[in-house]
């Protein structure tokens, strides 16, 4: 079984900082593929930043410069500092990743339960 457990979130003021983690745990070989998207209310999820094999990385207009995906691979451990935050951010966020598992073949995708992050006075 392999689980993401996302951490970090919380209440910001706006032009505040948050850093969220995204743990994997499980019966995984590596992590070929990592995101993580976004869904306010009333609202579509939306991508926000990604990351793949050999550390490239994409994202959204409305985040380039404030935000920064990394990883850890030794930890199966996906980050995303987010800096300069506006309320308009304030959304759940949610982590995906394409992983292979030992023993098994092919990629599979995984999903987080989401955590919040709220940017307000």
């Known amino acids: 079984q392999v689980q993401l457990v996302e951490s970090g979130g919380g209440l910001v003021q706006p032009g505040g900082s948050l850093r969220l983690s995204c743990a994997a745990s499980g019966n995984i070989r590596s992590i070929n593929a990592a995101g993580w998207y976004r869904q306010a209310p009333g609202k579509q999820r939306e991508v926000v930043a990604g990351i793949r094999s050999g550390d490239s990385t994409n994202y959204a207009d409305s985040v380039k ?22 309320p308009e951010d304030t959304a759940v966020y949610y982590c ?23 940017v307000s006075s």
């Open 65 to 86: 410069g404030r935000f920064t995906i990394s990883r850890d691979n030794a930890k199966n451990t996906v980050y995303l500092q987010m800096n300069s935050l506006k």
């Open 96 to 118: 995906n990743a394409h992983l292979t598992r030992w023993g098994m073949v092919g990629s599979f995708e995984y999903w987080g339960q989401g955590t919040q992050v709220t």
